[in-house]
T-cell receptor, first 116, second 116 residues
Framework: ETGVTQTPRHLVMGMTNKKSLKCEQHLGHNAMYWYKQSAKKPLELMFVYSLEERVENNSVPSRFSPECPNSSHLFLHLHTLQPEDSALYLC???????????????FGPGTRLLVL | AQKVTQAQTEISVVEKEDVTLDCVYETRDTTYYLFWYKQPPSGELVFLIRRNSFDEQNEISGRYSWNFQKSTSSFNFTITASQVVDSAVYFCALRTDGGATNKLIFGTGTLLAVQP
C-alpha cells in the first residue's frame, strides 16, 4: 500500500449505531488530520494530531471521537450521529510542523458516510 | 482574517481549450503558503502544487501552469489544451505561518467539466 488509505470507502449507519473510520498513512509522516466535506461547503478541518498528540479540535461535537494510537494510524469513532453528519470524511497526513510551515498534506480517498 | 475565494463555481469547456481557474486569497501574514488540489469524482484530493510567499516565479508542469501575483493576492491555475481527464473539482488553499497545526484554509472549489 502506498500513500494514505481509508476504510471503509462507503458507510451507511443508523443514528443509534457505533462505527469507526480508519486511516493509515504509508508516507513516514507524523501529523494526521480529519476533514469533513459536505455538499456546497468548504472543507472543514475537524482534528489534527501531531506526534500523536491532538493539537486541534475545531469545535467538533462529542459524537465524533478521534484516536491516534501511533503516527501511522488515525481513527474516527462515530456514535449517535445525525443525518446532517452525512458527508465525505477525508484523512490527510504531513510532516509535523513547527514554524517551518507549509508542509504539504496528502489526502486519502475518503469515506462517504450516510446517516439514516 | 484569512480567506480563500474561488469565485468560479463551475466552468465547462470543450476538449483542447485552455482554461484558467481563479484563486484570490486574503492574509495579513508576510509568510504564507498556497496550494492547489484536484478532486476527481473518486473523492481523493490530489496535491498539485505548493508555493511560498517569497517565491513569485510562475511555474509550469506539462499542461499545467500557475501564476502567482502578490500585488493582486492571486494564485491562478491554467490548464492548456484541456482533456476529459481534467474534469474534477479544483481547490485552492492557504496556509499561514501563524501556528503549529498546519491548518489549511480551503476555497469552495471550482468544478471543471471538460466535454469531449
Amino acid at each position: 500500500e502506498t500513500g494514505v488509505t481509508q476504510t471503509p470507502r462507503h458507510l451507511v449507519m443508523g443514528m443509534t449505531n457505533k462505527k469507526s473510520l480508519k486511516c493509515e498513512q504509508h508516507l513516514g509522516h507524523n501529523a494526521m488530520y480529519w476533514y469533513k466535506q459536505s455538499a456546497k461547503k468548504p472543507l472543514e478541518l475537524m482534528f489534527v494530531y501531531s506526534l500523536e498528540e491532538r493539537v486541534e479540535n475545531n469545535s467538533v461535537p462529542s459524537r465524533f471521537s478521534p484516536e491516534c494510537p501511533n503516527s501511522s494510524h488515525l481513527f474516527l469513532h462515530l456514535h449517535t450521529l445525525q443525518p446532517e453528519d452525512s458527508a465525505l470524511y477525508l484523512c490527510a497526513s504531513s510532516q509535523a510542523t513547527g514554524r517551518s510551515g507549509g508542509e504539504t498534506q496528502y489526502f486519502g480517498p475518503g469515506t462517504r458516510l450516510l446517516v439514516l | 482574517a484569512q480567506k480563500v475565494t474561488q469565485a468560479q463555481t463551475e466552468i465547462s469547456v470543450v476538449e483542447k481549450e485552455d482554461v484558467t481557474l481563479d484563486c484570490v486569497y486574503e492574509t495579513r501574514d508576510t509568510t504564507y503558503y498556497l496550494f492547489w488540489y484536484k478532486q476527481p469524482p473518486s473523492g481523493e484530493l490530489v496535491f498539485l502544487i505548493r508555493r511560498n510567499s517569497f517565491d513569485e516565479q510562475n511555474e509550469i508542469s506539462g499542461r499545467y501552469s500557475w501564476n502567482f501575483q502578490k500585488s493582486t493576492s492571486s494564485f491562478n491555475f491554467t490548464i492548456t489544451a484541456s482533456q476529459v481527464v481534467d474534469s474534477a473539482v479544483y481547490f485552492c488553499a492557504l496556509r499561514t505561518d501563524g501556528g503549529a497545526t498546519n491548518k489549511l484554509i480551503f476555497g469552495t472549489g471550482t468544478l471543471l467539466a471538460v466535454q469531449p
